[in-house]
């Protein structure tokens, strides 16, 4: 019998395990709740993953939502989420982990003899790649800052960069990150999937706080990809108008305080233009950040009067490299 840990793979069924993943500083294990749905026709693998940052919870209540509410009938292939990858950085409600400090999604491939969340990434790269056709990585803004809702693809020469591109077109946003040869960020686990053969996406939405239109949209980004890789009946959407973005400028506050936004998600803003400040106890402007580039995509903004510290990622602003119309079908 097929499992994905000690879940079952049976068609027709949802069923219930875990990933082993570790252990805890008492000894105690780490467990990964793992969901796997499964079709009664054979199909492709989609592995859905949330709270690689643990602070980023919108993408966990999606899955388990989405699996709830996913019809069998209907499926083609097999769902498998994992709601919660992170668990001691979920657990101190953190982006990074408070166990070696790292941020999980820049060290992939990870190491089976390093610090805890080296080891934790080996394990995931390996799990998946025994596992999964496809892979969609659930992120938000965490508990400081807000995302739009975009997609990001490590696109590359390879048929997975470019079938990850092809998939990030059809998952109902019309911004795209297209991330190539890792120049903005190294480590992700979508690029070492996609250097593994694997297309993959990464989802953002939210930030803080999860809404009833993060968790659709969530929802829907799944949906469409099953859709485009038919384990879902119906026609993925093709937007109008696509915005390519690529070459992240990431912003750390320099100063404590609390941090006033001069701009919404979504924006686009030239050289210049003021992002935001930091504003200490006294009611005085420390800090002022400004857009760097013209054309720029505000992907990122720290959320109003949220406490900062000193290096803290408050904004990120990327620039547009392209835009374009697709036909309708294609
Ligand atoms: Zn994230």
Redesign the pocket.
Known sequence: MKTVGTAEVIPEKKTKGYLHAGTDTDGSPFQLPVLVAAGKEEGPTIWVQGC??GD?YGGAASIIRFFQELDLSKLRGTFVGVPVTNLPSFKARY?TSPLDGANL?RIFPGDPKGTYSQRLAHTLISTISETADYVI?L????NGAYVPFYVICDYNDTEAGKKSLWLAERMGADVIWRSEAETDITGTGTAQLVKNGIPAV?V?CGGGNVTEDHERLFKESIENAMKALEMLPGLAPIQNEYTVINGADFFFTGQGGLFVPACNVGDVLNKGDLLGSVMNLYGDTTEELHCPSDDAYIAAIGHRYWPVHPGQLIAEAIPVIERFSKEKGS
Do not use: A, K, L, V
């Open positions: 690689i940052h980023e982006r999604n990585d992120h938000s803004g965490g990464t953002e």
